[in-house]
């Protein structure tokens, strides 16, 4: 039972361009929401989160938008660069101690 | 002046064996973790220490054992192990329990033979 799903393995963006990578959730306990962004041997780094009271936050060229309603929230990487590539992660918590993590979509940024 | 280090990096064993990873922070962070990252790439969390305390404790074989000497260390040792054993075993830490972003490690890779 994956209640947090990234259904995009992979995302391949031209450099410039946007990259929009997607993440649905099936518990509506959750509100806070959390994006990692992983490079091959490392681990996961913070990239952005967001809490449930708001729809959008922002942190230069990375934009977190949460549609609660609709029980999805999307990563906005502009303009998308080569070092952005790497797996992103996104990450929900209801405030029970523990984030759930979804499977990662490798995003692949072309010069 | 690394934030979370793990030892170590790669560990290959045979089943049956004995073994502990490593995990100490130095941010100063009240609240760490273990997470295992399987072959299908799902990042889940096994066990949370806040303050030294055990605060989540996920289904996990009784084999695995975390031990928090104290809030800068958060051990894993894991006796008997097999071969699903294998898996990158990520520590990480947070400020706090909640809504807190989280500084992982940089993984150790478990390789059980």
């Known amino acids: 039972d994956q209640q947090v799903k990234q259904n995009s393995p992979s995302l391949s963006v031209q450099e410039g361009r946007i990259s929009i990578l997607n993440c649905d959730y099936t518990n509506s306990m959750f509100d806070y929401f959390l994006w990692y962004k992983k490079y091959p041997a490392e681990g996961p780094t913070f990239l952005i989160s967001i809490s449930s009271i708001k729809d959008k936050n922002e942190d230069g060229r990375f934009t977190v938008f949460l549609n609660k309603s609709a029980k999805h929230l999307s990563l906005h990487i502009v303009p998308s660069q080569p070092g952005d590539s790497a797996v992103y992660f996104c990450a929900a918590s209801g405030r029970t101690y523990k984030y759930i993590f979804g499977t990662g979509t490798r995003l692949k940024v072309l010069a | 002046d690394t934030a979370v280090s793990q030892t170590p990096k790669y560990l290959v064993t045979q089943m049956g064996n004995d073994k502990s990873i490593k995990c100490e922070q130095n941010l100063g962070h009240d609240t760490m973790y273990w997470y295992k990252q399987d072959s299908k790439k799902f990042l889940k969390i096994m066990f949370s220490?806040?303050?030294?305390?055990?605060?989540i404790n996920e289904t996990v074989p009784n084999r695995f054992s975390p031990k928090s000497p104290d809030k800068a260390h958060l051990n894993l040792h894991i006796n008997s192990l097999e071969l699903g054993d294998s898996a990158v075993y990520f520590c990480?830490?947070?400020?706090?329990?909640?809504?807190?972003?989280?500084?992982f490690g940089p993984g150790t890779r478990l390789t059980v033979t």
């Open positions: 220490y806040n303050n030294k305390e055990l605060i």
């Open positions: 990480a830490s947070s400020q706090g329990p909640i809504t807190y972003e989280q500084y």
